[in-house]
């Protein structure tokens, strides 16, 4: 497509937030102010237990340490600018800006996607195979899970972010979002973006589908080896911990799944805000609260750790 020389590009965007009425903006800034602290209390509260206690020192919560600071990345990147726009007349993000904050947030968020399907893993090889655990997920195998998840994100981070950012942006600079991410950024292309939404379609399978179909079927497995358990105990109790796990998977996934692989015309804008709000704040929210907060052990290591005494059987 050739572009006139003499056209001007946008320096800067302008974030527009929420579509909400004036007079409830305080009472919005506290609301995300609130769990915003209480999202960096949560999972910072579980990292550190995770690296004091050596009881703790476990594949589980290895991953569960990993999820935790990824989170607290994921929400450090856009939640303390939402905030800011909400306390004054001044939204905007400059261009460069936007293009790191877009970046970031996708690392982060693809990682977390592949490291749900290492946690499955996880999960599989401790119900059907017990007796192998320790053997089969050593610290070896399970820092290079990590490496994979991370470098996965940082390569189909920056596949996303070019295609997005190649294209001309030419006015308006309203982006009608919290925070500049792909699909609202996008709409103000004066660009044809058809190739962005193939590129967003095919690259959706490998950020999000794959790692779904990988959960499904490594849960099919389990289910499978759950029934065979002679033990009820035994059966609730790994119920119990793949439960957890589906929980924040699904609200994780499927609305990432429904925002970055649904054709852009046919996105609501106001829809897409919710979906993100609801993978980017309230998973991260939620998260040690599921995962972690209601866990035995992580009790009897907050009560180890604080010297409050013997933890309650």
């Known amino acids: 497509m050739m572009q006139d020389p003499n056209q001007s590009y ?64 994921y929400t450090t990147t856009t939640v303390p600018q939402m905030l800011a726009h909400l306390a004054s007349q001044k939204k905007t993000i400059s261009f460069a800006s936007c293009v790191a904050q877009m970046y970031i947030f996708l690392v982060l968020g693809i990682t977390e996607s592949w490291l749900f399907a290492m946690m499955s893993i996880d999960r599989y090889v401790a119900i059907c195979h017990p007796l192998r655990y320790k ?12 490496i994979f998840c991370g470098l996965w994100g940082v390569i189909s981070a920056l596949i996303y972010t070019v295609f997005a950012m190649r294209l001309p942006y030419c006015g308006p600079n309203k982006i009608n979002h919290f925070f500049c991410e792909v699909p609202a950024v996008l709409k103000l292309a004066c660009a044809d973006t ?15 589908l794959i790692p779904l179909s990988l959960i499904l079927v490594i849960y099919v497995n389990i289910f499978i080896a759950i029934l065979r358990i002679c033990s009820a ?34 996105a609501s804008l106001e829809e897409d805000k919710k979906l993100a709000l609801f993978y980017n704040v309230i998973s991260a929210f939620l998260n040690p609260i599921i995962y972690s907060l209601r866990n035995k052990d992580v009790k009897r290591a907050f009560f180890k750790v604080v010297s409050w005494g013997r933890a309650p059987e």
């Open 233 to 266: 105990q035994g059966r609730l109790k790994a119920f119990s911990t793949c439960a957890s796990h589906i929980t924040v998977v699904t609200m994780f996934c499927v609305p990432a799944m429904v925002m970055y692989m649904k054709p852009g015309s046919g």
């Open 194 to 208: 058809s190739v962005n939404d193939w590129v967003d379609f095919i690259l959706g399978f490998s950020v999000i």
């Open 135 to 146: 053997v089969i997920m050593s610290p070896w195998l399970c820092g290079l899970m990590v």
């Open 10 to 73: 946008v320096t800067e965007f302008i974030l527009l937030g929420f579509s909400f009425n004036p007079r409830t903006t305080p009472l919005l800034f506290s609301a995300f102010l609130m769990t915003y602290l209480l999202i960096i209390l949560g999972n910072s509260f579980i990292t550190i237990l995770i690296c004091l206690d050596s009881h703790l020192h476990t594949p589980m919560y290895f991953f569960i340490g990993i999820l935790s600071m990824l989170d607290l990345g």
